[in-house]
T-cell receptor, first 112, second 113 residues
């Protein structure tokens, strides 16, 4: 079944505007939520993460929010630039056997 | 530069052939994952290890793949008899401990003709 749902699948924004990607998870034992950015032909790279003892974390233009009660978390990119164009994946960890479950990805396109 | 080293970068096999790929995890990372990423960018978990022990694997991996992470040698993932549907990017990732985001290698892109 779908462990982590990620929406939207494609997101087109104008340069300078913000972009938001939303994820939800099923396993209430999940307690760690990393986000990866993957550019064409490259491997996924960790850009920001949040643990379940936090509700909000910010690194420069990246903000992640976590609502444990609703089992939702989100990534917000403020002041997007063309270099932010890539695939973004959310993930959830913390269940048994150290599994990490990925969302299906969001293709972000930042138009100049 | 990624510190998880995967070889080869590209692999071309015919149907029915064996396909083997290797991964050297980041030093000090006892947890190793293998994922298959298809042309739609979706991740499929294949197997994970802690040190040399298998933690979990999916049914497909158990039946058609062999994988190991011996001490002092690269980890490996081998498809015993390649099928067209196995064409994908195979990503190895490692982490220092549970609940730490794994670091990905650059992947092995397998094409089964």
């Amino acid at each position: 079944g779908e462990q982590v749902e990620q929406l939207p699948s494609i997101l087109r924004v104008q340069e300078g505007s913000s972009a938001s990607i939303n994820c939800s998870y099923e396993d209430s034992a999940s307690n760690y939520f990393p986000w990866y950015k993957q550019e064409p032909g490259e491997n996924p790279k960790l850009i920001i993460d949040i643990r379940s003892n936090m509700e909000r974390k910010q690194i420069q233009e990246l903000i992640v929010l976590l609502d444990k009660k609703a089992k939702r978390f989100s990534l917000h990119i403020t002041d997007t630039q063309p270099g932010d164009s890539a695939m973004y994946f959310c993930a959830a960890m913390g269940g048994s056997n150290n599994r990490i479950f990925f969302g299906d990805g969001t293709q972000l396109v930042v138009k100049p | 530069n990624s510190k998880v080293i995967q070889t080869p970068r590209y692999l071309v096999k015919g149907q029915g052939q064996k396909a083997k790929m290797r991964c050297i995890p980041e030093k000090g990372h006892p947890v190793v994952f293998w994922y298959q990423q298809n042309k739609n960018n979706e991740f499929k978990f294949l197997i994970n290890f802690q040190n040399q022990e298998v933690l979990q694997q999916i049914d497909m991996t158990e039946k058609r793949f062999s994988a190991e992470c011996p001490s002092n040698s690269p980890c490996s993932l081998e498809i015993q008899s390649s099928e067209a549907g196995d064409s994908a990017l195979y990503l190895c990732a490692s982490s220092r401990q549970n609940n730490q985001a794994p670091l990905f290698g650059e992947g092995t892109r397998l094409s089964v003709l």
